[in-house]
């Protein structure tokens, strides 16, 4: 297995190249599946309040002896927490249900602008990165517009963004947004779930050509792409391939036929960060 490289983020901290979603997690199981991916070799740990497992999370840091700052510990602040001394009291609960002194990232998970408390969400993040109890802080699903609003009102840019990215849906607006801004593209659902394109001509072959399956061209995919995916699997087998994308490499026209499978309508669920309204 090929080490996970890193990538500088633009507040002088690093990210791994690919991460594990710990949605749906939960229970004795679900702590088994992330106790087993770390094992595996991820060293980026994605959850978040409403995902229900935080705690689960944390119990699967402990047992895996790790030291701490070898992992990077994410979670998500939900739309019901925007203000200001909800956000400040829910960074502390997730603290508290992980067990952990600090997370290494914390997130905005969804912009809900038609309540319209983000940027207010996003200043009490920023107060409690200078506190020490969040390292890095970002967003999710924020577009172009948030991303200018909170960076106009606080001077602050956010590490990442995590978006809807996969190969029917590749963000690339959204993308080039990013990197103009410095902010490094997280990719949520990156396998697109149960519409994954498996069998889309231009994975297939790939995967034909470079002797792997085609969640591993899909993985390799985003990274040529400079995102990083988030894939989920409760699976040993599976967390081990979804890992083991950094030993091959896709050609041009390769990254190209996949990025042209996206639709215009190819969300997964509709969740637009325009209408989307996140409890």
Same mark, same amino acid.
């Given at each position: 297995?090929?080490?996970?490289? *890193?990538?500088?983020?633009?507040?002088?901290?690093?990210?791994?190249? /690919? =991460?594990? =979603? *710990?949605?749906?997690?939960?229970?004795?199981?679900?702590?088994?599946?992330?106790?087993?991916? &770390?094992?595996?070799?991820?060293?980026?740990?994605?959850?978040?309040?409403?995902?229900?497992?935080?705690?689960?999370?944390?119990?699967?840091?402990?047992?895996?002896?790790? %030291?701490?700052?070898?992992?990077?510990?994410?979670?998500?602040?939900? =739309?019901?927490?925007?203000?200001?001394?909800?956000?400040?009291?829910?960074?502390?609960?997730?603290?508290?249900?992980?067990?952990?002194?600090?997370?290494?990232?914390?997130? /905005?998970?969804?912009?809900? %602008?038609?309540? =319209?408390?983000?940027?207010?969400?996003?200043?009490?993040?920023?107060?409690?990165?200078?506190?020490?109890?969040?390292?890095?802080?970002? &967003?999710?699903?924020?577009?172009?517009?948030?991303?200018?609003? /909170?960076?106009?009102?606080?001077?602050? *840019?956010?590490?990442?963004?995590?978006?809807?990215?996969?190969?029917?849906?590749?963000?690339?607006?959204?993308?080039?947004?990013?990197?103009?801004?410095?902010?490094?593209?997280?990719?949520?659902? %990156?396998?697109?779930?149960?519409?994954?394109?498996?069998?889309?001509?231009?994975?297939?072959?790939?995967?034909?050509?470079?002797?792997?399956?085609?969640?591993?061209?899909?993985?390799?995919?985003?990274?040529?792409?400079? !995102?990083?995916?988030?894939?989920?699997?409760?699976?040993?087998?599976?967390?081990?391939?979804?890992?083991? &994308?950094?030993?091959?490499?896709?050609?041009?026209?390769? &990254?190209?036929?996949?990025? !042209?499978?996206?639709?215009?309508?190819?969300?997964?669920?509709?969740?637009?960060?325009?209408?989307?309204?996140?409890?």
């Amino acid at each position: 297995m090929a080490s996970i490289p *890193t990538y500088p983020l633009n507040d002088g901290t690093t990210l791994p190249a /690919i =991460g594990f =979603g *710990t949605y749906p997690l939960t229970g004795e199981e679900g702590i088994e599946a992330i106790t087993s991916a &770390v094992a595996t070799g991820y060293r980026l740990l994605d959850t978040a309040v409403n995902y229900g497992n935080e705690e689960e999370v944390g119990e699967a840091i402990r047992r895996s002896g790790l %030291p701490r700052d070898e992992l990077t510990v994410a979670s998500k602040l939900p =739309g019901r927490h925007h203000a200001n001394g909800d956000a400040v009291a829910s960074v502390r609960g997730s603290l508290e249900r992980l067990g952990l002194d600090h997370l290494d990232l914390h997130l /905005i998970h969804w912009p809900n %602008p038609r309540v =319209g408390r983000f940027p207010e969400a996003w200043r009490a993040l920023v107060d409690l990165q200078k506190e020490g109890l969040v390292r890095s802080v970002g &967003v999710s699903n924020f577009t172009e517009e948030h991303l200018a609003r /909170i960076i106009d009102e606080t001077g602050v *840019t956010p590490v990442v963004n995590q978006i809807e990215l996969h190969p029917y849906f590749p963000q690339a607006e959204m993308r080039a947004v990013n990197e103009r801004l410095g902010i490094r593209t997280e990719s949520w659902s %990156p396998l697109g779930k149960r519409q994954a394109p498996f069998t889309e001509e231009p994975v297939a072959s790939a995967a034909e050509r470079h002797g792997v399956t085609p969640g591993q061209v899909i993985l390799r995919w985003h990274v040529q792409l400079g !995102a990083v995916p988030i894939p989920k699997s409760a699976t040993p087998e599976r967390q081990r391939q979804n890992l083991d &994308v950094f030993g091959f490499e896709l050609t041009d026209d390769e &990254v190209a036929a996949i990025s !042209a499978l996206g639709r215009p309508d190819g969300r997964l669920f509709g969740g637009d960060p325009e209408t989307h309204e996140e409890q």
